[in-house]
T-cell receptor, first 114, second 114 residues
Framework: AQTVTQSQPEMSVQEAETVTLSCTYD???????LFWYKQPPSRQMILVIR??????QNATENRFSVNFQKAAKSFSLKISDSQLGDTAMYFC???????????FGAGTRLTVKP | DADVTQTPRNRITKTGKRIMLECSQT?????MYWYRQDPGLGLRLIYY???????NKGEISDGYSVSRQAQAKFSLSLESAIPNQTALYFC?????????????FGPGTRLTVL
């Protein structure tokens, strides 16, 4: 079974600084997708960024980028120029290609301090 | 208007009561999912449905049942609620033709079983 591990239950960062959230996963498969979802206090799950495992290039969405290390099964999220609105719970998620069982990590609670 | 809606948003009930949580979507997606979120555990899949005639158990289906009344509606039932079913419940949808397994989430239902 696929598992996703987020080893940092809580993190904090100063506004305008950069922070990196860690995620590792375990699978014997080769084709899959990885995601970072953001859950603000409103509890809505919002997709932040997505990575296809077959792509070597790291995904980037504005201030959000990932460091995807397939061999190490690592998928970290870097938030640059942190903003107060980035304060949220962040979940790393994994899904096999053509599968519907998305696995989530336990989450990292990020606080951006003014 | 929200693409994925859930009713009710909050519910308090007593042990042994039957509860139904409802999900509707206007995205035209064929796949729908029910997850529960618990602190420290992330989101876990309860049931999913590929279309009206297709229902599949997820990781934690015991104590739950579902009904796919139409392509746009997917309901989750707790036949006899118990306190450890207190959690945040999410409905999600995805399009089989959309690459990447991206799932769109509803706003969540906070359920408390006393």
């Amino acid at each position: 079974a696929q598992t996703v591990t987020q080893s940092q239950p809580e993190m904090s960062v100063q506004e305008a600084e950069t922070v990196t959230l860690s995620c590792t996963y375990d699978t014997s498969e080769n084709n899959y997708y990885l995601f970072w979802y953001k859950q603000p206090p409103s509890r809505q799950m919002i997709l932040v960024i997505r990575q296809e495992a077959y792509k070597q290039q790291n995904a980037t969405e504005n201030r959000f980028s990932v460091n995807f290390q397939k061999a190490a099964k690592s998928f970290s999220l870097k938030i640059s120029d942190s903003q107060l609105g980035d304060t949220a719970m962040y979940f790393c998620a994994f899904i096999l290609y053509n599968n519907n069982d998305m696995r989530f990590g336990a989450g990292t609670r990020l606080t951006v301090k003014p | 208007d929200a693409d994925v809606t859930q009713t009710p948003r909050n519910r308090i009930t007593k042990t042994g009561k039957r509860i139904m949580l409802e999900c509707s979507q206007t995205k035209g997606h064929d796949r729908m999912y029910w997850y529960r979120q618990d602190p420290g555990l992330g989101l876990r899949l309860i049931y999913y449905s590929f279309d009206v005639k297709d229902i599949n158990k997820g990781e934690i289906s015991d104590g739950y049942s579902v009904s796919r009344q139409a392509q746009a509606k997917f309901s989750l039932s707790l036949e006899s609620a118990i306190p450890n079913q207190t959690a945040l419940y999410f409905c999600a949808t995805s399009d089989a033709g959309l690459a990447g397994g991206y799932q769109f989430f509803g706003p969540g239902t906070r359920l408390t079983v006393l």
